[in-house]
């Protein structure tokens, strides 16, 4: 099942799974298949990127951020990832992608998402950093805003320390980037 048949089941379960609440989970069930696979006969990890993204839609979607986003003219962005692997899921295994908003700070979001193999062990995780940009006022909004438009009161936790080495990872590289050629 390639991407789009993926998403389109995902986006066809979202009322069964209810709306997303903020330290809640998106739990979202997959089988490596043969299109997923490279010659090592494991999950490559375009794979992982791209169920990564599943996982998060599914949280901006059950949050209402997809509505409310296309109603003010925002777009949800990537900022940047950073993956681990520790265990690799092989042709035909079942396994989860376990996706969370963990905590933000100013306009960055740091997500969440761990492989969990059907046996509970963790295969890969992935820390992600992104923002919500608004198109007309042409800036990434606080995350404060963003919370308080979808009507939530919530107080986000303070970053831990591994958050805290990739937001200052991310800030540097986006830097270089960003910089002379």
Known sequence: MYVWARMARM???TRSRGPYMMGGESRLAFRCLPTDVDFNVHLNNARYMM???LGRIDLFVRAGLIT???KNGW???MGGLQAVYAREIRLWRRF???SSIETWEGSQVIGKHRF???NGET???ILTTAGVYDRKARRFLDIDEVVAALGRSVTPRPPTEVERLFMESHQALRRQAKGPA
Do not use: K
Request: charged share 20%.
């Open 116 to 118: 969990v193999a059907d």
């Open 11 to 13: 986006m066809a379960t």
């Open 51 to 53: 169920l990564a993204d």
């Open 75 to 77: 777009a949800p962005m």
């Open 123 to 125: 295969a890969a995780v």
């Open 68 to 70: 409310l986003a296309r």
């Open 96 to 98: 989860e992608v376990v």
